[in-house]
């Protein structure tokens, strides 16, 4: 990289895990221990015209899914395709179809969503930004990403001769806050609360406690948290009116926030689903319902590939085609000669199942086997993606409080976070908020800071191609 960086001392690896630490740069690790948040020792080189184009495609993109959104006979068409093959989208499909033939109790949805990207790199080394996925649930590090951009901010004052004037701003927390805070003044009761609905053993809690203290401090919102298995025992749903109340006090809630429900050991049995479905029945205003869950599946992302998908819910030709700009190629399984073609180059290609939360995609010799033993019938539960080659920067990753002397090989993914409040077709805020640069090792297929293997970046805005 171009700033010119100091040895990589014990004292000053410590320095930036304590500095880390305070900021609030805490996970769970796996033996239930507090400790800092994976994280990169210095920003990474990101090239500023694909930084912006990401963010600047941000409201589009939520343009395009309050449009798909709004119009069931599209979703169902697509999602019975999905749960024909796959029995986690079926159980929600079932909960937004009972729901569709009911009167709503709630016609306004929040979605916090992040769109991330990759660079595809070309022989000749220029690059493309490339959309990997959009998470229309669950979008999370939005605190932790912000204050990474603190921590290197104060590191890069602290111990280089660089500017910070190239490290943007990164507003991601508190434009989440802001949104949420949004929703809950239409739902215009200032005794109402908001309700997170979180895994037991969230190893990325201190994430939603940011959160959750900022809409208290900011706001004065309450929030109240509770996972899907234990719902029945604090919530109670009234009946005739929709309303969702919690605990012995009977506060009325006003959103309802998932922290969980994207992945299916969300629901271990019907106890969850139950919970769901009576969240979902309510007039809380969810963020996101099940119908922006469903918009968000990796079969959806495929079919908007397809020719003249995106147009049908973007009137504007230029519009749809800045969306378009950033799609990777995508396929449907049914097509008999992608399938072949995956099985004889399969480093060109990635396999996807119907599944969110990392660790679940299939790469080389794994995916070329899994295809050939397939069968048609569950063609529809995945789908196959051009494998992106990222440029290579170098950094020192941090750990678990082990880092390498010397700075690694390193591939970066960014994520732009939206907010989008809607009622039906009409947009009532559209919004970028912030992003997120998570950082792996270039050896690594799957990225995922809640996996272990990326960590917390920050991009330092560069011009030229890396
Ligand atoms: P999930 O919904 O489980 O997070 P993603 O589609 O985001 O699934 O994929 C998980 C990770 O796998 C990404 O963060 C990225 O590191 C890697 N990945 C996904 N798609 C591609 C691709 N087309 N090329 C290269 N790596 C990819
Ligand atoms: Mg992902």
Redesign the pocket.
């Known amino acids: 990289m171009s700033i010119d960086l100091p040895e990589t001392t014990t004292t000053l690896v410590n320095e930036a895990i304590e500095t880390a630490s305070s900021l609030g740069m805490l996970m769970y690790t796996t033996n239930q221990q507090l400790g800092h948040a994976p994280f990169s020792l210095w920003p990474s080189e990101y090239p500023q015209p694909a930084y912006q184009q990401a963010y600047a495609l941000a409201s589009s993109f939520n343009q395009l899914m309050t449009a798909i959104v709004a119009d069931t006979a599209f979703i169902n068409e697509v999602v019975a395709q999905i749960a024909s093959a796959d029995s986690f989208t079926a159980k929600l499909y079932q909960i937004y179809t009972h729901c569709q033939e009911r009167e709503p109790k709630q016609t306004l949805s929040l979605a916090l969503v992040r769109s991330?990207y990759?660079l595809q790199t070309h022989t000749d080394k220029s690059h493309a930004l490339?959309q990997?996925?959009i998470?229309t649930i669950s979008s999370a590090f939005a605190a932790l990403s912000s204050r990474v951009t603190d921590l290197h901010r104060y590191l890069l004052k602290s111990h280089t001769s660089s500017q910070i004037d190239n490290l943007p701003v990164n507003l991601a927390e508190q434009g989440l806050v802001d949104s949420l805070a949004s929703a809950w003044q239409y739902f215009a009761d200032p005794q109402a609360l908001i309700l997170f609905i979180i895994q037991p053993h969230e190893k990325n809690s201190i994430d939603q406690r940011l959160l959750q203290y900022q809409l208290w401090a900011r706001h004065g919102i309450k929030v109240a948290r509770c996972s899907l298995t234990d719902l029945h025992r604090h919530v109670k749903l009234n009946q005739p009116t929709g309303d969702l109340s919690y605990g012995s006090n009977a506060d009325k809630i006003a959103v309802v926030y998932f922290r969980a429900g994207y992945t299916p050991t969300d629901y271990p049995g019907d106890t969850e689903w139950q919970a769901r479905k009576t969240i979902e029945q309510s007039s809380a205003i969810k963020c996101p319902n099940i119908a922006w869950q469903l918009a968000g599946t990796?079969k959806m992302q495929q079919r908007l590939t397809e020719p003249g998908v995106v147009e049908q819910f973007i009137a504007d030709e230029k519009q749809a085609q800045s969306i378009r700009s950033c799609f990777?190629s995508l396929h449907s399984l049914s097509e008999a000669d992608i399938r072949k073609a995956a099985q004889s180059a399969p480093q060109d290609?990635?396999l996807?199942p119907q599944?969110?939360?990392?660790?679940?995609?299939l790469?080389g010799k794994e995916m070329a086997q899994t295809l050939a033993a397939m069968t048609s019938s569950e063609f529809n539960a995945w789908i196959l993606?051009?494998?992106?080659?990222?440029p290579q920067t170098n950094n020192i990753l941090v750990q678990n409080k082990q880092f390498t002397q010397q700075p690694v090989a390193v591939?970066s993914?960014l994520g732009i976070y939206a907010a989008c409040l809607s009622r039906g077709k009409e947009l009532l805020e559209n919004r970028a908020l912030g992003h997120i640069l998570?950082t792996?090792p270039a050896s690594?297929?799957?990225?995922?800071v809640a996996t272990g293997?990326?960590v917390l970046d920050s991009p330092c805005m560069v011009s030229t191609v890396l």
Do not use: H, Q
């Not at 993606?385 to 990222?390: F, L, V």
């Not at 690594?444 to 995922?448: K, L, N, R, S, V």
């Open positions: 991330d990759m490339r990997i996925e998470n990796k990777a290609f990635v996807k599944r969110e939360g990392g660790g679940n995609n790469y993606m051009e494998r992106i080659y990222a591939v993914e998570r792996k690594a297929e799957e990225g995922g293997v990326a």
